[in-house]
């Protein structure tokens, strides 16, 4: 069965009790599930991460890099650091997988300074504002991927 790593990045752990009328009610964890039941229903697997830390998230993404490669995809919501890290956006330039961008909310409806995505020109696509469902519709379009390669 073919893995894919989901990323989150900073804060995200804090769903729930963050900006509830951005970002909604379900916590991390609530995502975490509604993945592994949407991965149960695609015939994949998912193995899903968070982190507060730039350098820790990098790790992760070269470790994706290894040959032969542990997962088959990459869904990344790289939270503040998609509008700031250039070393995230050079680690995924590493990888020979699919890789799709994910938001709970709509940056580019939000502060000038979230409408600058180093996630997107490496990103076979982009979900936003969709909330959590927007996971969902990431590993659908990932499986599809995936099994047409
Ligand atoms: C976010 C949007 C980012 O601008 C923000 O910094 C986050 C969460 C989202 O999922 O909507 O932390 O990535």
């Not at 379900?26 to 697997?45: F, M, N, P, W, Y």
């Not at 990888?95 to 000038?112: G, Q």
Request: glycine share 6%; charged share 20%.
């Amino acid at each position: 069965m073919q893995t894919i790593l989901i990323l989150n990045g900073p804060n995200l752990n804090m769903l729930g009790q963050r900006e509830p009328e951005i970002y909604g009610h379900e916590t991390l964890e609530d995502i975490q599930k509604l993945c592994e039941d949407k991965a149960s229903d695609l015939g994949v697997r998912v193995h899903f991460r968070q982190s507060n830390h730039e350098g820790e998230l990098v790790t992760w993404i070269q470790q994706a890099a290894q040959t032969p490669g542990p997962y088959a995809g990459l869904i990344i919501n790289a939270a503040a650091y998609t509008h700031t890290s250039i070393a995230i956006h050079d680690a995924l330039k590493l990888l020979n997988i699919p890789i799709i961008e994910v938001h709970i909310s709509d940056p580019e409806t939000r502060e000038d300074f979230r409408h600058t995505s180093f996630i997107t020109p490496v990103a076979a696509a982009v979900y936003k504002g969709l909330g959590a469902n927007g996971y969902a519709k990431s590993l659908e379009h990932i499986s599809n991927l995936i099994h047409t390669q």
